[in-house]
């Protein structure tokens, strides 16, 4: 009876990571469909950290790779910042594991951002702009014309309500751009991907997964607690980041204060009726936005 039990469960869980795997891919394939993130004779960098996301978009390129339209490369890069007990063979075994052309690149801006930065405080967005640079400056050595992140669906909601709640603006983070230097196209083509997905994603596939807290606990950041308050609005209201995430590509400029966005000064009653009029004032439930972003959960 055991037996059939522990076999009833092998089929139970090899179904749904089959189905988790199969939504995953298409999430990703249509992130990249609809914002044209890898074309013909592409170069792909993937910045690989360790963590549960740059590897889940690393297994996920690979296997799309196999299968796409268009033929594209792709190079892994990791940036070992020389943070105390890093395990500096974790990423090149398993890279070397599953034949992929990668790049450590060694800088120690960990002892940079510590001498810079006072006790006490969080060392994320320093450290995050020294990244950056290096990371431009490797993806112009290796002719990569594309730099892949591994940014999830998550991350994108979260820093559009961090920049609403203290920074004063609505900005997210887009799921294509240029690169501060201007010389290379970004990308996140997980952009549509749920980070619980991700998670059992990594399970499944026991990725070697390396701890993010080897610069010392960043609980405090107030990225984690809007983080926190997402994930808890998440569970009490199913669905709700997908449609945060589907405002943030349905943008009515009329309805917002931006004066450089809209002619606000030359608004005047004309006595026709307007599709885009008051309607932000209308009672009862909302009308769903148009279907331009569609993301998959089954």
Not at 18 to 34: E, F, M, P, T, W
Not at 54 to 80: E, T
Not at 141 to 162: N, S
Request: aromatic share 6%.
């Amino acid at each position: 009876m055991n037996d059939l039990s522990d076999a009833a469960r092998a089929r139970k869980a090899a179904f749904e990571a089959n189905k988790l795997g199969k939504r995953l891919h298409r999430q990703v394939g249509q992130a990249i469909a609809d914002y044209s993130m890898i074309e013909a004779g592409d170069k792909v960098m993937v910045c690989l950290s360790g963590g549960k996301d740059s590897y889940a978009l690393l297994d996920i390129l690979l296997s799309l790779r196999r299968r796409a339209p268009v033929r594209f490369d792709i190079v892994a890069v990791n940036l070992d910042q020389k943070q105390p007990g890093f395990p500096a063979q974790v990423l090149p075994d398993y890279l070397r594991s599953r034949g992929v052309p990668f790049r450590i690149e060694e800088q120690d801006t960990y002892s940079i951002v510590k001498k810079l930065i006072p006790e006490g405080q969080t060392m994320c967005s320093l450290c995050s702009r020294l990244r950056r640079g290096i990371l431009y400056r490797v993806a112009g050595e290796l002719g990569a014309t594309k730099i892949a992140l591994g940014h999830h669906r998550d991350d994108m909601v979260v820093t559009l309500l961090m920049n609403m709640f203290f920074g004063g603006r609505l900005k997210g983070m887009p799921p294509k751009l240029f690169s501060d230097d201007g010389r290379h196209v970004v990308i996140r083509p997980l952009a549509y991907v749920a980070e619980t997905d991700l998670e059992r994603w990594a399970e499944h596939r026991q990725f070697p997964i390396i701890p993010c807290t080897l610069c010392g606990s960043q609980d405090d950041l107030q990225r984690v607690q809007v983080k926190a308050m997402l994930r808890e609005w998440e569970r009490k209201y199913p669905g709700r980041s997908d449609n945060m995430l589907r405002a943030m590509a349905h943008v009515v400029p009329s309805h917002l204060m931006d004066k450089r966005l809209y002619p606000f000064a030359g608004v005047r009653a004309t006595g026709t009726p307007d599709a885009d009029g008051d309607k932000a004032f209308d009672a009862g439930p909302c009308e769903p936005p148009p279907a331009t972003i569609t993301l998959h959960r089954a």
